[in-house]
Antibody, heavy 116, light 106 residues
């Protein structure tokens, strides 16, 4: 059974960037679509975008267009999300998940705290 | 964007109760709806997709249905491990959107 293992918590200053990684364990990422979702404290999950790894096709939520970049490295079975120009309101848990419509397997989440 | 409105936002129930949670879409999404359970401090966990299809390994006490743009998650007999927050999510069109959640408490 494939698991998604994410990188550790981050504390960032406003205006900086954060990179969160998501590694497939026990299987290959190369046949998946990986979706990124974030969840601010006490809020509903929010879809950020997805990458169809076999085709390298990326789709972003308009809200994050220009600030987020999704990539995937098939050789290391690792997907990556980079969010730039961080604001206080970007403080959230960031999840990667398998699936482009419904998400079947989720990473454990990465807490990103934006603080001055 | 498609708005997903969940009700109630919270409910109190007892072990063995039948629980119903509703999600209304702001426009037609067909059967493109999933339900998730989220325990405190954990990632969401898929329960159902295509409005009523049970994900592998999910207990059969969880069920889903659709009536127009209204979707229902039913737990037929609440178990102690079911006390959690439940979210609906539409995948008919981008951006994918989630409901506001229903917290099921004792």
């Amino acid at each position: 059974q494939v698991q998604l293992v994410q990188s550790g918590s981050e504390v960032k200053k406003p205006g900086s960037s954060v990179k969160v990684s998501c590694k497939a364990s026990g299987g290959s990422l190369s046949s998946f679509t990986i979706t990124w979702v974030r969840q601010a404290p006490g809020q509903r999950p929010e879809w950020m975008g997805k990458i169809t790894v076999p085709l390298d096709i990326v789709k972003y939520a308009q809200k994050f267009q220009g600030r987020v970049t999704l990539t995937a490295d098939k050789s290391t079975d690792t997907a990556t999300m980079i969010l730039t120009s961080l604001r206080f309101e970007d403080t959230a848990i960031y999840y990667c998940a398998r699936g482009g419509d419904w998400m079947t397997i989720w990473g454990q989440g990465t807490l990103v705290t934006v603080s001055s | 964007d498609i708005q997903m409105t969940q009700s109630p936002s919270s409910l109190s129930a007892s072990v063995g109760d039948r629980v119903t949670i509703t999600c209304r879409a702001s426009q037609g999404i067909g059967y493109s709806l999933a339900w998730y359970q989220q325990l405190p401090g954990k990632a969401p966990h898929l329960l159902l997709y295509a409005a009523s299809e049970l994900e592998t390994g999910v207990p059969s006490r969880f069920g889903g249905s659709r009536s127009g743009t209204d979707y229902t998650l039913t737990i037929s007999s609440l178990q102690p491990e079911d006390f959690a927050t439940y979210y609906c999510q539409q995948y008919n069109s981008s951006p994918l959107t989630f409901g506001g959640g229903t917290k099921v408490e004792i």
